[in-house]
C-alpha cells in the first residue's frame, strides 16, 4: 500500500435499521488528505438485495436514528469547517432540516421518544 491509496479507503460508522426492516442508512466515511479531514455521508442499503445508494450529500453526516414510527431520520451533520448539529429528514420528501445551533456541537447518536413526537440528543458545553 501507498500513501495514495488513503484516498481509497472508506469506512462505515453507525447504522440505522428502518423500523419495516427492509432497509438500512449506514454512515460512510473516507480521508480526504488534502483537507487532513474525514467528510461521511448517509448511503441507504437495500437488506433484501444488499444495493446501495447515496442517502445524503453534506460535508459530514453521521449517527443516523430512524423514529419509532418511520417517518423520520435524525442524524449528525456538520457542515465544513462548523460543528455538527441535531439534523431531520422528513422521509416522505423534503430537505433535511437543521434543528440545533449549539456552539459547539452536539455529540452521540440522537434517540427518539417512543412516540416519535422528541428527540434527546447530548450537546458539548
Same mark, same amino acid.
Given at each position: 500500500?501507498?500513501? =495514495?491509496?488513503?484516498?481509497? #479507503?472508506?469506512?462505515?460508522?453507525?447504522? !440505522?435499521?428502518?423500523?419495516d426492516g427492509s432497509?438500512?442508512?449506514?454512515?460512510?466515511?473516507?480521508?480526504?488528505? =488534502? =483537507?487532513?479531514?474525514?467528510? &461521511?455521508?448517509?448511503w441507504r442499503v437495500?437488506?433484501?438485495?444488499?444495493?446501495?445508494?447515496? #442517502?445524503?450529500?453534506?460535508? %459530514?453526516?453521521?449517527? *443516523?436514528? #430512524?423514529?419509532?414510527?418511520? %417517518?423520520?431520520?435524525?442524524?449528525?451533520?456538520?457542515? /465544513?469547517? =462548523? /460543528?455538527?448539529?441535531?439534523?431531520?429528514?422528513?422521509?416522505?420528501?423534503?430537505?433535511?432540516?437543521?434543528?440545533?445551533?449549539? *456552539?459547539?456541537?452536539?455529540?452521540? &447518536?440522537?434517540?427518539?421518544?417512543?412516540?416519535?413526537?422528541?428527540? &434527546?440528543?447530548? !450537546?458539548?458545553?
Amino acid at each position: 500500500m501507498r500513501p =495514495e491509496h488513503l484516498s481509497l #479507503f472508506r469506512m462505515p460508522g453507525r447504522a !440505522a435499521v428502518h423500523p419495516d426492516g427492509s432497509w438500512a442508512v449506514v454512515s460512510i466515511a473516507r480521508p480526504d488528505t =488534502e =483537507e487532513d479531514a474525514y467528510p &461521511a455521508t448517509l448511503w441507504r442499503v437495500d437488506l433484501t438485495d444488499g444495493a446501495t445508494t447515496p #442517502f445524503s450529500h453534506g460535508w %459530514r453526516d453521521t449517527q *443516523p436514528e #430512524f423514529s419509532p414510527d418511520g %417517518r423520520w431520520l435524525a442524524y449528525l451533520r456538520q457542515a /465544513k469547517g =462548523e /460543528k455538527p448539529q441535531l439534523a431531520l429528514l422528513d422521509l416522505a420528501g423534503g430537505e433535511p432540516q437543521v434543528l440545533t445551533s449549539h *456552539p459547539l456541537g452536539v455529540s452521540g &447518536a440522537p434517540v427518539f421518544s417512543p412516540d416519535s413526537t422528541r428527540i &434527546a440528543y447530548t !450537546a458539548r458545553v
